[in-house]
T-cell receptor, first 113, second 112 residues
Framework: AQTVTQSQPEMSVQEAETVTLSCTYDTSESDYYLFWYKQPPSRQMILVIRQEAYKQQNATENRFSVNFQKAAKSFSLKISDSQLGDAAMYFCAYRGSARQLTFGSGTQLTVLP | DAGVIQSPRHEVTEMGQEVTLRCKPI?????LFWYRQTMMRGLELLIY????????DSGMPEDRFSAKMPNASFSTLKIQPSEPRDSAVYFC??????????FGSGTRLTVV
């Protein structure tokens, strides 16, 4: 079974600075997708960024980018120019041949003014 | 597009009562998932459907839980009888085979 590990329960970053959230996963599949979801206090799960395993190029969405290291099974999220609205719980998720998402335990990000 | 619509947003019920959670998926999405979120266990998959057919219900905790998807526009998750340990946020998520899934706003269930 696939597992997703987020080893940082909490992180903090100064407003306008850059922060990187870590995620590792375990799988025997070669074709899969990886995601980062954001959950603010409103509890809404919001898709931040998606990476296809077959693509070597790292995905980017505005201030959000990933560092995807397939051989190391690592998928970190970098948030540049952090804003107060970025404060939330961030979940890393894996989806393979079985269509469901497997989530990590989450990282609570605090943005300091 | 109104997104994935879940109802109710909050539900408080007494132990032993039946609870029904509802989900309206995004039109055209052929996968529908029910997840449960608790502090202790995080986000857990309960069951998912593809084209209205249940594919994997191995995450359903016990026989007290049941889920149906009678058509492409509607799904329910029922708990009967409810217990305090069922208190959690229940999410419905839908999507296609390629892209990330869209979540509803969730139902916060409190069983007292």
């Amino acid at each position: 079974a696939q597992t997703v590990t987020q080893s940082q329960p909490e992180m903090s970053v100064q407003e306008a600075e850059t922060v990187t959230l870590s995620c590792t996963y375990d799988t025997s599949e070669s074709d899969y997708y990886l995601f980062w979801y954001k959950q603010p206090p409103s509890r809404q799960m919001i898709l931040v960024i998606r990476q296809e395993a077959y693509k070597q190029q790292n995905a980017t969405e505005n201030r959000f980018s990933v560092n995807f290291q397939k051989a190391a099974k690592s998928f970190s999220l970098k948030i540049s120019d952090s804003q107060l609205g970025d404060a939330a719980m961030y979940f890393c998720a894996y989806r393979g041949s079985a269509r469901q998402l497997t989530f990590g335990s989450g990282t609570q990000l605090t943005v300091l003014p | 597009d109104a997104g994935v619509i879940q109802s109710p947003r909050h539900e408080v019920t007494e132990m032993g009562q039946e609870v029904t959670l509802r989900c309206k998926p995004i039109s055209g999405h052929d996968y529908l998932f029910w997840y449960r979120q608790t502090m202790m266990r995080g986000l857990e998959l309960l069951i998912y459907f593809n084209n209205n057919v249940p594919i994997d219900d191995s995450g359903m905790p016990e026989d007290r839980f049941s889920a149906k998807m009678p058509n492409a526009s509607f799904s329910t998750l029922k708990i009967q009888p409810s217990e305090p340990r069922d208190s959690a946020v229940y999410f419905c998520a839908t999507g296609g085979p390629v892209y990330g899934y869209t979540f509803g706003s969730g139902t916060r269930l409190t069983v007292v």
